[in-house]
């Protein structure tokens, strides 16, 4: 029953800002990272950023996005939000948030995946 839900996508102009926000509700034991990818009509899923529970919450961002966006979280509440500053028409995109996380003490670490929500910057 692990639920990931999606706001903060919409219609912004070149160069605005949006935020994007995830809650993760449901049985999960551990969560190793909470991340975002993002969908383009018609072609692959990119990882856009990602963040670790361990390490200080230490991130990783595409190269594309690096200086623009910012990816946080609380980990007491499961959230995880991306700030996405000076937006540009390539940016447009299907934006699914993601976690990596455990079921129980044994398990192996896998994906669960947001509806995603649809960000579109227009020129």
């Known amino acids: 029953q692990v639920q990931l839900g999606e706001s903060g996508g919409g219609l912004v102009q070149a160069g605005g800002s949006l935020t994007l926000s995830c809650t993760v509700s449901?049985?999960?034991?551990?969560?190793?990272?909470m991340g975002w990818y993002r969908q383009a009509p018609g072609k692959q899923r990119e990882l856009v950023a990602v963040?670790?529970?361990?390490?200080?919450?230490?991130?990783d961002y595409a190269d594309s996005v690096k200086g623009r966006f910012s990816i946080s979280s609380d980990n007491v509440k499961n959230t995880v939000s991306l700030q996405m500053n000076s937006l540009k028409p390539e940016d447009t995109a299907i934006y699914y948030c993601?976690?990596?996380?455990?079921?129980?003490?044994?398990?192996?670490?896998?994906?669960?995946w947001g509806q995603g929500t649809q960000v579109t910057v227009s020129s």
């Open positions: 449901g049985s999960i034991f551990r969560i190793n990272r």
């Open positions: 993601t976690v990596l996380a455990r079921k129980n003490t044994n398990s192996v670490p896998r994906p669960y």
């Open positions: 963040i670790r529970s361990g390490s200080g919450g230490s991130t």
